[in-house]
């Protein structure tokens, strides 16, 4: 199977470009961006992203640890989760342009937040994958998009026709955790064999969880020992 082409390949090259590829003002202060920043300006990145996150299950914590109480009790599906910070401003807005505006430019400036949260990277990347219906009305998978800047920093693999929708949904977005967890009932599925049994997978945002638990499921009986969560953030909202 031929894998995408991946276009933020060609963006590395054309650094001159950087005010047509990304904002040109903070998005939370509307300052001008330095030629040094990347999703906001440091006073606002200072002053939005005190948080710590639990590093099993991503939710803000009083105090960096490895697992919180609520993860020594109720285990989650993965191993460890890794996001930029919890959904609070000025992430939600450029997650949106993101994810529904096209602008898979923004993965650049994501993905070196996120690689720097991550201690020991999965040697292979698999992004959450779009039912091809869903993929031809949005134009790209943003997972995908994301997946392909990670790579570059982290220094690892994309696979990303191993795991497959075989389902289209309804959209998450909404729906109660039973809802969700229906919604998603056969929707994934595997091809091939486990690419390594360390792994990642790739996603925007993870709210309850039952997507990524539900591929943790699979992927489990196909053999993967570690399995890492790498997202741009977690919120547990419905």
Request: charged share 15%.
């Amino acid at each position: 199977m031929i894998s995408a082409i991946n276009p933020l390949r060609f963006t590395r090259f054309l650094p001159h470009w950087r005010g047509k590829l990304l904002p040109f003002q903070c998005p939370v202060c509307h300052l001008s961006l330095g030629a040094t920043q990347t999703l906001c300006c440091n006073a606002c990145w200072d002053a939005h992203y005190q948080y710590s996150l639990c590093q099993c299950c991503g939710l803000p914590v009083t105090d960096p640890q490895a697992r919180c109480g609520a993860c020594l009790s109720h285990p989650p599906a993965w191993d460890h989760l890794f996001a930029i910070s919890a959904y609070y401003d000025p992430l939600p807005q450029l997650i949106h342009a993101f994810k529904y505006q096209q602008a898979f430019e923004l993965a650049l400036p994501f993905a070196q937040q996120l690689s720097e949260r991550i201690p020991r990277p999965a040697p292979v990347l698999l992004p959450v994958p779009l039912h091809w219906r869903r993929r031809w009305q949005r134009g790209f998978n943003q997972s995908l998009h994301l997946a392909w800047a990670l790579a570059d920093h982290l220094d690892t693999q994309v696979v990303d026709h191993y795991l497959v929708r075989n389902r289209h949904t309804a959209p998450q977005q909404g729906l109660s955790r039973q809802a969700r967890l229906s919604n998603l009932k056969n929707a994934f599925a595997i091809r091939g064999k486990l690419p390594n049994t360390h792994v990642a997978i790739v996603d925007d945002v993870v709210t309850t969880g039952q997507t990524v638990s539900q591929l943790c499921r699979l992927l489990r009986r196909a053999g993967a020992k570690t399995i890492d969560i790498y997202c741009l953030a977690r919120t547990d909202l419905p």
